[in-house]
């Protein structure tokens, strides 16, 4: 099991497989949507715009989001053609079929 500890006050990840990639490909500016990402809901951002980036990560191909919610110990959750998850106090999320074997523990975040 991979699992990862994170203990920033800001966090934005993206998650692609490089390999699939042509050479051509990364050498320039990435024309993709990650197949995963995770948004770190901190003072200075908006919710409303944060669930609105999510939703357009989502719509333009990113298979799995998760949105936290710092201050609120939520997780949103967002997945390819579902509704929103929403999750209170998690201590850990898994990466499903999108990053299998991923862990991210929650702890130390909250």
Known sequence: MLSLTINLLRLDYAWIIWDSLTIKQRQKFLPL????VIELHSPS???????????EYIENGTKLGWLINRKEKQVEIYRQGKEVEILNNPTTL??????????LELEEIW
């Open 33 to 36: 949507c990650p197949d995963f």
């Open 45 to 55: 951002d908006s919710l409303k715009s944060l669930q609105e980036k999510m939703r």
């Open 94 to 103: 898994s990466g499903e079929h999108t990053l299998l074997n991923f862990v």
